[in-house]
């Protein structure tokens, strides 16, 4: 094997590594935003008093509290098949978007959490598409 082979190895090599852990790394963030929002949505889904609260203090109606908890327990199973992954990540992030906002504009209350949420889901579709892209 020349020099320049050796070379092309290694980084092959690495390349498949890096691959590795991405792909692990990528896994678990969606493991952490399927348990994360099948907790989240099933508490709007239950009429948890907090949630219902929430809801009406936000003053939409309880009907928005059910759509959200369904859109949120529908992307948390969606996360994890590859299928459909990328969109239900990127759906999640819209919907922290809007938890985001709605937490700033009409709650009042911090956005930390779900600001933090949808960072995670917004990585984990860029990652998703990135890995799409260079499938082919």
Not at 27 to 50: P, Y
Not at 90 to 96: E, I, V
Request: positive net charge; glycine residues 12%; without cysteine.
């Amino acid at each position: 094997m020349t020099g320049t082979e050796a070379v092309v190895v290694g980084a092959d090599r690495r390349r498949g590594v890096r691959s590795r852990i991405a792909t692990v790394l990528t896994w678990v963030a969606r493991a952490a935003l399927a348990l994360v929002f099948v907790g989240a949505g099933a508490s709007k889904l239950a009429g948890e008093a907090a949630m219902v609260e929430m809801f009406d203090d936000i003053g939409a109606g309880q009907w928005l509290r059910l759509v959200v908890g369904a859109l949120e327990v529908a992307g948390a199973v969606g996360v994890l098949v590859p299928r459909v992954a990328l969109l239900a990540a990127a759906g999640l992030t819209l919907l922290m978007v809007g938890a985001t906002l709605t937490n700033l504009l009409v709650l009042g209350a911090s956005p930390v959490v779900t600001f933090a949420l949808g960072v995670l889901a917004a990585t984990v579709v860029v990652v998703l598409r990135r890995r799409q892209t260079a499938q082919g």
